[in-house]
């Protein structure tokens, strides 16, 4: 299915001067079995009534959603895997006519791996959509397995083999369920008495059939104004709920509302001689964050090793995750301070003082072990270079400095509490960081202890 035509221009009588609810969605592309949640903005007038939503596949964690001029909706794509659309509409019910709806397509991209025969040894890409994947070679018997992502809508791949010199081009069939999605929803709610309007939006170019309606406890009649897929519906007398099977070839869907005036507005109580205080509007929920940024850390503590090898440590270092397995691996870069000391007093000569400052630049790899509510654990290991100075004075000959660069290793376990965009951090590391010149023997590592901060984006 090329570029399909999206069904949901709904023509409505000059009465109904309501603007449509403006819709915006993200992520932008959906992958089925990465992304679990799709955030919905809609924004209409501040003195708009309840946004209602309706939806031909996946879930909404909340159907209406009340106040101020931005509503966020949350929907869960079908637990499915291969490709498909999904259309969402979003409306305001309105005391006269039907409402101003607004549809949008949200493109569900499927993942699986295409199994290729080709020649062995040959280099092995699929093209689909305009995107290439891989490339992967060939074992010895010819044969290939692909991971690519398929749009909705998409029929076949296009395999390029090379080996050598040699290229071959094919086109391989792509074994996708066909999928027709349809909507209907059924407006005001409750509907009155006197009747209300069913709205239908979907997904089709090809498919020219007039659609099939089935209602119970109620009569559906076209629109009088003539709009495509706006109906009016008029309960029966008696009928508590109202609901319409819609079908068209293969897509179906399903609308069903109750039946009565809302209650009236209760009785305004007495004045009282001083006015309660309303309780403050409760926030709304924290967005869900589909990807993270660079994040920064800063580290300090202290390292104890054999002896008098001990001393403060200072880390400051980023952190960028990687955009797979769900974001639980990152890479960092980190750079630190860390000094030992020592003085020693000798007998008729006086003191000698021995100092080693070192700055550290390492990279690591962080991986997230486990993640609950705010709590979060993770294991990191990493090393880099290691440059030091080493300075010694005395008050009975005369001082001398040395450096040179070495090198350190370290394996850790972090925990962290997240509040916001901070996290609270406690890490306890062993480091291995020996210093050797022809005058020093010392131990930059060890175990360490540190308290930290995390800024997230």
Known sequence: MRPALLLLALVFPLATLAASP?????PTRVVLGED???????????????????????TFAEPVVEGGPKRTFRWSPPDVRYPLAAILVFWVDTPQGPPEATVIRVPLVGRTTLPITTDRGASVEIEIAGRLFGPIQADRRGKARIPVEVPPGEKEARVLATRGKLKTTRTVPLDVPPHWPLVAWLSPQPMPPEGGWLGVA??????TSPLELKPQGATVEPAPHGAPWVYRVTPLPGAETVSVAVRRHKAQAQAQVQVGQPPPPPEPPPTPPEPLPLPPPEPPPAPSRVRRGVALHL?????????????????????????????????????????????????????????????????SARLTLLEGGAFALH?????????????????????????????????????AYRFGHWSALLEPRWEHGPVRTPRLDAKLGGIAFTLGVRYEP
């Open 36 to 58: 679990h949640l799709v955030e919905v903005e809609v924004r209409v007038a501040s003195d708009a009534g309840p946004v209602r939503a309706a939806a031909s596949s996946g």
């Open 299 to 363: 580290l300090a503590g202290a390292f104890f090793a054999e002896g008098s090898n001990q001393g403060p440590l200072v880390a400051l270092g980023l952190s960028y995750p990687l955009p797979f397995w769900g974001q639980r691996l990152s890479l960092e870069a980190e750079a630190g301070v860390r000094r030992i000391a020592l003085t020693v007093t000798l007998e008729n000569q006086g003191e000698l003082r021995s100092r080693v400052l070192a700055a550290p630049v390492l990279a």
């Open 22 to 26: 403006e819709v915006s969605f993200s």
């Open 202 to 207: 979907g997904v089709d170019s090809t498919d």
């Open 379 to 415: 294991g990191r290991v990493g090393g880099g270079l290691l440059p030091f100075q080493h300075d010694v004075s005395s008050n009975f000959q005369s001082g001398f400095q040395e450096g040179k660069l070495s090198a350190m290793a370290f394996v850790s376990a972090q925990a």
